[in-house]
């Protein structure tokens, strides 16, 4: 069933005594009512009917700093690649303030293949998995699947995608609304920042990556 239909109709519905077969039928209530009420929805704030449109991302190569900043949000379902069962995967993120200096970046991926070295020994020493991971660096990357409703994404991206959020989580988020925009524009089409929704930042003072 078409998302945006049905969270206009769900809306709808708090007002009507038609029966909801209605507003679900394209031929009985035209597109432009749909969007007439998901408007609505956004402008007044009127946001619970917007828990009816569920979507689920896959979401591959992020590290585990931005994974747990992910998860924060709490109103969603979140499936992640265990590293208490599975050995965890070699592989990690490098930062871009780190890549900038030569002399940091050597340092850092010394570090972080020393400590895929001792998880290694560890657990060829009989450590179990789950308790070889404590050495591991926050950079190791992971994967996980991510489930939320709409109205659970705007609150993500509008502070997700400001300047303000961390750079890794930030790119998620983006990516994630590029995603929702190619199905269900209608819903999404305002999502952002929001210093993009109400025109001034709700910290006050812009932030340094901002005023770079």
Same mark, same amino acid.
């Given at each position: ?91 990690? #993120?490098? +930062?871009?303030?780190? @890549? ?9 991926? /010394?570090?972080? !293949? ?68 190619? #199905?269900? +524009?209608?819903?999404? @089409? ?9 025109? /001034?930042?709700? !910290? ?9």
């Amino acid at each position: 069933m078409n998302g945006e239909r049905l969270v206009a109709a769900a809306a709808q519905q708090s007002l009507s005594r038609s029966p909801i077969d209605k507003h679900l039928d394209p031929e009985k209530w035209p597109e432009d009512k749909v969007k007439k009420w998901i408007d609505i929805l956004i402008v007044r704030g009127y946001h619970s009917p917007l828990e009816h449109s569920v979507y689920t991302f896959y979401i591959e190569g992020c590290s585990r700093v931005c994974s747990h900043q992910l998860v924060r949000h709490r109103i969603a379902s979140y499936t992640q690649y265990s590293q208490r069962w599975k050995k965890t995967m070699e592989n990690y #993120v490098l +930062p871009p303030t780190v @890549t900038r200096n030569e002399k940091l970046r050597e340092m850092f991926i /010394k570090t972080v !293949e020393e400590a895929f070295k001792v998880y290694n020994e560890l657990i060829e020493e009989g450590v179990p998995p789950e308790d070889a991971r404590y050495i591991l660096p926050q950079a190791v990357t992971t994967k996980i699947i991510v489930t939320m409703n709409a109205r659970e994404l705007l609150h993500v991206f509008s502070l997700r995608t400001c300047v303000r959020a961390q750079w890794e989580i930030r790119y998620v988020a983006w990516k994630m609304l590029y995603e929702v925009l190619k #199905v269900h +524009p209608l819903i999404f @089409t305002h999502a952002g920042p929001t210093c993009l929704q109400t025109g /001034k930042c709700p !910290e006050g003072v812009p932030s340094e990556n901002f005023k770079k």
